[in-house]
C-alpha cells in the first residue's frame, strides 16, 4: 500500500469511497432517503468545491492505494482552531477493509505531516456519538473527548458529536 498526496484526478474516487463508508457507518443515523438516493451527487459537490480554484482555506489531502485502487483518504485542514490546532474533518476506509491498518496509517501520515510543517498546537475531530466503531478507533488511537456538540447533518438531522483531540502529535507516530 503506498500513501500519496490526492490530486483533483482523485475527486471522484474520493467521493464514492466517502459515499460508501457514510452507507456503511451511517445507517440510521443519516435517512434512508438520503445514503441511497443522495449522498454520491453530495459528497462529489463537496469534493469538487474543495479542489476548485476558488478554494482558498488550506488543507492536505492523502490517499491510500493498493493495486491502484484507493483504499482510504484523509483531510486535514492545519492550524485550523487556535485552541485545538489542526482539523480531520475526514478519515476513511473501504468498509471491506477496515480493520487492516489503513486508517491509522493515514491518520499516522497525517500527524507527520502537520509535525514537519511546524505544526505543533494538536489535532482534533468531530465524531458522530453513534458511530461506535469509529469511536473506538480513534480512542485506540489516543484520542481524548473534550466535548460535545449538536452538529447538523447534510440530511438536515441533528446529531451528537463528539470532540476528539491529540494534543501531542508524535502519539500518533508510535
Known amino acids: 500500500m503506498i500513501i500519496r498526496d490526492a490530486t483533483e484526478r482523485d475527486v471522484a474516487g474520493i467521493a464514492n469511497l466517502h459515499a460508501e463508508s457514510w452507507r456503511a457507518s451511517y445507517r440510521g443515523v443519516l435517512s434512508d432517503e438520503y ?3 443522495n449522498v454520491i451527487r453530495d459528497r462529489l459537490a463537496v469534493w469538487q468545491a474543495r479542489y476548485s480554484v ?3 482555506k488550506p488543507m492536505f489531502v492523502l490517499v491510500a492505494e493498493a493495486r491502484s485502487e ?6 486535514v485542514f492545519p492550524n485550523e482552531d487556535d485552541v485545538f490546532g489542526s ?3 475526514n478519515l476513511h476506509v473501504s468498509p471491506l477493509l477496515t480493520g487492516h491498518g489503513i486508517g491509522k496509517q493515514l ?3 497525517a500527524a507527520r505531516r502537520l509535525i514537519t510543517s511546524a505544526s505543533h498546537a494538536g ?10 466503531r469509529a469511536r473506538q478507533f480513534y480512542e485506540r488511537a489516543g484520542a481524548v473527548v473534550v466535548n460535545s456538540s449538536e452538529n447538523l447533518m447534510p440530511d438536515g438531522q441533528r446529531v451528537k458529536a463528539l ?5 501531542d502529535l508524535g502519539t500518533l507516530l508510535r
Open 70 to 75: 484507493l483504499t482510504g483518504f484523509a483531510c
Open 87 to 89: 482539523f480531520l474533518d
Open 35 to 37: 445514503l441511497e438516493n
Open 107 to 109: 491518520l499516522s501520515e
Open 54 to 56: 476558488a478554494t482558498c
Open 163 to 167: 470532540r476528539c483531540c491529540w494534543n
Open 123 to 132: 489535532l482534533h475531530l468531530w465524531v458522530v456519538d453513534q458511530n461506535k
